[in-house]
């Protein structure tokens, strides 16, 4: 009670010191957070246009449960696409004044499956009707947000028709590349040419600085563009068992051979099923199995096996087993193929015409007599007249076992031998089936007990890791990797919305730990990783939005500068009265390219050099050109004959090659429009 007291004596002053920390928790949050986080209310934006989290979390929310087996991160980049594509379309739309009007919106609902193609929107003609749809709305207020955000959904997809055919129609072929192209294919060139590959030149005789790197991306920004990235390292402390986990499960299973014991062993025990089922970690399977579905390493062995004989111990995989065999059936597994012949009322979508029964049976009557007179047509017969999706194999259905068919078709087959050709009806339609093969299988009882860490081992492998990750911290990574005995994987580079970490899979974990603003350069943490182990990560890099690091624009930016340079030293030497004398100054020989065209532009011995050709089509016969570079190498031509080609009356099989080129441009409208776009992804700093 004392005490009780005093707490109330010193109420006012409590309530001011808990006021005073939530305040100051409160203010913490505010500096932490920058101004009360407000400009976390946007997952990103799109030339200044916002997406809000709520209406992405939602939408995202709703694909993941929308039962396509999406993960989180593969949900969230889905609806992202979708969001940058549709602000993107929208401001295009508003741009060309594109409208929309009620007919647009009523032909995207009646092609809505949910809308247009529901029985309850229907009328007695079966079309959608507007006052049935209005009716549900009127008495369903609930449903009203849904059919208004379909409503959305259809004004967007008639919009875009609308964009898209005028994209489209913007894309068209003229009379003159028509004709460009066919002179590309006809107009033919035969020359004598000094070729000196880029590749007789070294490397190290031409050096390409940083800055001349640097330099080339930023004359190419788009191309060498580099989102903001992580460069990993890690270890990987595998979850496996070690050799005393290996030696006690086959000491397990050589036991259950040599048991004494009142359960008897395997070689002996009456109920076999039972036992396997006691003691393997794989249930005893009743089937009889086909030799090529039996492992492989195995299959001769336990094929061939006596019954009542044992085979084994072996490895399978990652378990340890022992077979026993339990018999063979001859003709368990058959090869059939068939040709359906149906009729009206049957089940069957690919029917190739309209027939009653009776013209079936006759039609099936008199495939049967052809079949029977030419077995080796009869795969033809099948791509001709079958109305199963099998027709497209000439009938061939394959291998099968027993029950796997409807009962007359199974039995036809089954209860005749190989060769056979016979006609059964099924609810399906006529078939002329032709057994083709027959396949002997074996029942095999198999112990197979996973050869797993036992806890020992597991705690081991724990302690291991734990070890890396402290002394990685403040030690150098590899060296503390090699004592272990362990190999680090260098360079993992990993953007904010990825994924996959490597070979390891799926670890959105480690990239979020990677893009955490906590996170700097040379940390270290560990991962434990489901069925997998410890995976222990090191933040090496941190390489900004921008153009691509030097390391990665020497792999790809490098040779295209050193290939500049080296043509500028070969062209130094390309001088000659003749190309007998310039092959002579540059220790090359002479040789000859034939009927060359632009389309067809293939050097001999040095790939494709449409530049090449087509400055030896412009170069008159009998004259030498100047040193030109191309794709491999620096070439110097002299024309023997052009072939110019012959004038026709129109281009139009040419202008139309042309259009089915271009066919596919208007799919290149979103990326074009993405690259000049101003995107902002925030969706990381939502643990994304």
């Known amino acids: 009670m004392a005490v009780l007291s005093k707490i109330r004596q010193r109420s006012l002053l409590l309530i001011g010191v808990i006021g005073f920390c939530l305040l100051a928790f409160l203010i913490g949050d505010i ?133 898209n055919t005028l994209v489209k129609g913007g894309v068209f072929v003229t009379e003159a590349e028509g004709k460009y192209k066919y002179e590309a294919e006809t107009t033919k060139a035969t020359f004598d040419y000094v070729g000196v590959l880029f590749s007789t030149v070294k490397d190290s005789d031409v050096k390409v600085s940083d800055a001349e790197l640097t330099d080339y991306m930023k004359k190419h920004e788009k191309k060498y563009k580099s989102d903001e990235n992580r460069e990993l390292e890690y270890v990987l402390v595998e979850d496996k068992p070690s050799a005393q986990d290996e030696a006690e499960v086959k000491q397990s299973i050589d036991k259950l051979l040599t048991s004494t014991d009142s359960t008897g062993n395997f070689r002996s025990v009456k109920n076999v099923g039972e036992f396997v089922n006691q003691h393997s970690d794989v249930p005893f399977d009743t089937t009889y199995i086909a030799k090529k579905d039996l492992p492989t390493e195995h299959a001769e062995a336990l094929f061939n096996l006596p019954t009542g004989a044992i085979y084994g111990p072996y490895m399978q995989g990652k378990y340890y087993a022992i077979t026993r065999s339990m018999g063979r059936k001859a003709g368990a597994n058959a090869k059939a193929s068939h040709i359906l012949i ?148 260098p360079s993992i580079k990993v953007k904010a919305m990825d994924e996959y970490f ?9 990239i979020q730990w990677a893009f955490n603003k906590d996170t700097e350069v040379g940390d270290v943490k560990r991962f434990e990783v489901v069925n997998l182990g410890n995976v222990i990560v090191k933040l090496k890099k941190i390489n900004p939005e921008g153009l691509l690091s030097l390391d990665e624009a020497r792999v790809s930016v490098e040779p295209i500068l050193k290939n500049k340079k080296k043509a500028e030293l070969i062209r130094k030497k390309m001088n000659g009265s003749s190309l007998a004398a310039i092959a002579q100054a540059n220790g090359a020989t002479v040789q000859s390219a034939t009927d060359l065209t632009l389309d067809n532009a293939m050097i001999p011995n040095a790939g494709p050099e449409p530049k090449v050709v087509g400055t030896a089509i412009a170069t008159g016969t009998g004259k030498i050109s100047k040193p030109i570079d191309g794709n491999s190498g620096v070439y110097v031509v002299s024309p023997k004959a052009i072939t110019k080609a012959p004038a026709i009356k129109d281009h139009l099989d040419y202008v139309n090659k042309v259009k089915s080129m271009t066919g596919g441009y208007s799919s290149r409208v979103i990326p074009a429009l993405k690259s000049d776009a101003e995107i902002e992804d925030n969706r990381a700093k939502f643990n994304y």
């Open 502 to 510: 490597g070979s390891i899979g799926a670890q959105r974990q480690i």
């Open 342 to 489: 149906s009729w009206e009322g049957t089940q069957v979508p690919n029917k190739r015409e309209k027939r009653t029964k009776e013209e079936a049976k006759a039609k099936a009557e008199a495939l049967l007599a052809q079949a029977k007179a030419n077995p080796s047509g009869f795969a033809m017969l099948a791509i001709m007249n079958s109305d199963d999706s099998s027709a497209q194999q000439g009938g061939d259905l394959g291998y099968f076992a027993q029950g796997a068919m409807v009962k007359p078709f199974n039995d036809f087959v089954f209860n005749s031998p190989i060769g056979s050709i016979g006609l059964v009806e099924t609810q399906f339609g006529y078939h002329i089936i032709n057994v083709t093969d027959k396949q002997d299988a074996v029942k095999l009882a198999t112990i197979a007990q996973k050869i797993e860490p036992s806890d020992a081992t597991t705690d081991a492998l724990y302690q291991k890791a734990v070890k890396v990750e402290m002394e990685a911290s403040e030690k150098d990574f590899a060296s503390v990797a090699k004592a272990e005995k362990l190999e680090v994987v």
């Open 31 to 163: 500096f932490t957070s920058g101004n009360l986080n407000l400009a976390s209310k946007d997952v990103g934006s799109v030339n200044g246009k916002d997406i809000t989290f709520e209406d992405f979390r939602v939408k995202v929310s709703n694909v993941e449960k929308s039962g396509q087996g999406m993960t989180a991160t593969q949900a969230s980049n889905r609806v992202w696409d979708q969001e940058v594509a549709i602000a993107l379309l929208t401001a295009e739309f508003d741009k060309l004044g594109i409208r929309v009007g009620e007919k647009h919106i009523l032909d995207a609902f009646k092609n809505d499956q949910q809308i247009g193609q529901n029985p309850m929107f229907r009328n007695e003609k079966g079309e959608f009707d507007v006052a049935k749809l209005s009716e549900f709305v009127k008495s369903n207020p609930e449903a009203a947000q849904a059919i208004k955000d379909r409503e959305k959904d259809a004004i967007l997809n008639a919009k875009y028709l609308i964009y």
